[in-house]
């Protein structure tokens, strides 16, 4: 089974539109899912209430930040392979299957790399330059580290403990305790709705 995890925070134009999109691409794919949507506290008043089986929704009291929702989708969940997803709009369902292609190619890890990222330029600097880091002092093999887009088994969630907001370590920690880890190019969208929460 695959668990897409959403966290989100204030999304609700986004949400309705991702959900439709992510039915509509996930039964292509002919696998059972469970799609977990993870509310961390929104303050808008949204009428999002799914009737659909598959659909499972989980609210904070208040917002915990994305790492705390990501812990709750965790938790909460029952495949064997998770997708992290942002509830945006930014990531593309359509690129699902090329990430649980690679994961049939045998990678326990993979992480995405927005070519086309929409992002201003302080963003894209601060990143260049932490990715470059990463690479030279903890030979980090990831171009986009902080892409919130990733799918991977569940079982190297055994080897990371999900705390707070540590979620940022979580591709260099799976990749430095050992397990076979890759990456693929995804689209990055601009985002339509709402404003980034970080
Ligand atoms: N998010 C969240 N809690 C927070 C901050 C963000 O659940 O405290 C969610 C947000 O709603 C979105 C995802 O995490 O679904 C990524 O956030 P955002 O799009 O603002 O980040 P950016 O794309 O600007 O890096
Ligand atoms: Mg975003």
Redesign the pocket.
Known sequence: MISII??????AESLPILIDQLIDQLDKIKKEYEIIL?D?GSKEVSNIKYQILNIKTFHHRK?L??GA?LKTGIENSNGDIIVFM???L?DDPKDINKFLKKINEGYDFVNGIRTDRQENFLVKSYSYLATKFLKIFLHSPFTDINC?FKVFKKEVLKDFNFYGNNFRFFPLATFLNGYKVSEISIVNNQ?KFGK???
């Not at 959403?6 to 999304?11: A, C, D, L, S, T």
């Open positions: 959403i966290p989100f925070y204030n999304e993870v961390d917002r930040g994305k929702a942002d509830g945006d930014q919130g985002r980034t929460k970080f």
